[in-house]
């Protein structure tokens, strides 16, 4: 296995930790559990960000910018409440 597609699948397992690890707080009974969950899931955040700022600056993680018709549309769609960029 090559280091990207080792790296696509650390990323992929972190993303679904993430997940996780989010609707656990969200699904938590008390406040102690969220507040653990919570934390876990920051720290898996700045893992994938981590993974991520690594993969992007190999070029392993390319993005490709929103066009701006779509986000006026999705503004439009949404709102004025919408405190999207652009």
Known sequence: ???KSLAEGLLLLEKGVCDLYMHSAIESSTSNVHRTFS???NESLAMQDSLYG???AKGWYQT???EQ???SSVKKKFGQNCSCGG
């Open 1 to 3: 296995m090559d280091d």
């Open 39 to 41: 934390s876990a899931l």
């Open 54 to 56: 690594k993969m992007s």
């Open 69 to 71: 018709n779509k986000v």
């Open 64 to 66: 490709t910018p929103a």
